[in-house]
């Protein structure tokens, strides 16, 4: 074994990175919340960028580690500490046996992720007392903890209430009003947030008519009117499809910053066009993959000089 979990969190997960390719036949792709934070984790300590790891909220788990693991801490900080030593986020640590990581106070966003060298066996809720094996075992030895001296940039999911979206199939269904109101009034985050969607609390919008639609697909980032005005941004967990109207998409590279928002903070909906949406997330997969080639790089060479 690696890992026993000492004490469970409510919704603490060994998370995967969606399943592909099968939503026609109902099968939702589900997957981590925060795809941009999960991968820089992985990114760290070497792993694929897409291996299964540790989805957490707080309160959080408490995790135990029987054997010498290289880990990573990235997204929402939750004052992380091992065995009573804080640690930083964004950096690769080296963790001796028998170390204990605890998360004791949130301090920004709402999901952090835990990556372990090797990869997570198998997926799903934790449970208390449960054990979990790596698919790969690193070879390390190491009888204290060791914190590397380099980080990765994680800017790209700065905390603002930005979020950029683009227009849904059923935009012009809002009055104008209502579509002004849309791209420059702050909206609040409601208590009702969860891996199935984001409600958000705003001013009832109008729209020009009022005839129901064909059920219809929908995807991580839709935004759907509600038949009482209000909205609901569809987040991992969502539906495969849905009947209420789609008035926008929130763009692929700003989902991140929406899903580290917690209940009742702002956010505010800029319009794009989607040519910049997929600029902008091929610039984010290119920051991703460098943080991962330079990471190996910097492991290899740790490795190489420590192990002989």
Known sequence: ????????????????FGVRGLQSKGIRPGGVMDQFSASIANALVGNKLNEDLLEIHFPACEIMFTKPCLISIVGADFTAKLNEKYLP??????????????????????????????????????IKNSEIELKKKPKLTTTSL??????????????????????????????????????CKPFKISHHADRMGYRLQHESFQTRSKEEIISTAVNF??????????????????????????????ISADLPKLVQKSPGDEVIFHLTDQETAEKEWVAQQKHIQQIHTISQLKLYEFFEKNTH
């Open 221 to 250: 980032g839709t935004i759907q009117l509600l038949p009482n005005g209000q909205t609901i941004v569809l987040m991992a967990d969502h539906q495969t499809t849905g009947g209420y109207p789609r008035i926008a998409h929130v």
């Open 1 to 16: 074994m690696s890992l026993i979990i000492h004490k469970v969190g409510i919704l603490d997960t060994i998370q995967h």
């Open 89 to 126: 986020m964004n950096r690769p640590i080296l963790v001796p046996t028998n170390s204990k990581l605890q998360f004791v106070s949130p301090k920004s966003g709402k999901i952090v992720y835990v990556a372990v060298q090797g990869g997570l066996l198998g997926q799903g809720r934790l």
């Open 146 to 183: 060791y914190i590397f001296p380099w980080s990765a940039d994680v800017e790209w999911r700065k905390y603002s209430p930005e979020i950029h979206v683009i227009q849904g199939r059923e935009w012009e269904r809002l009055q104008e009003e209502s579509q002004r109101k849309f791209c």
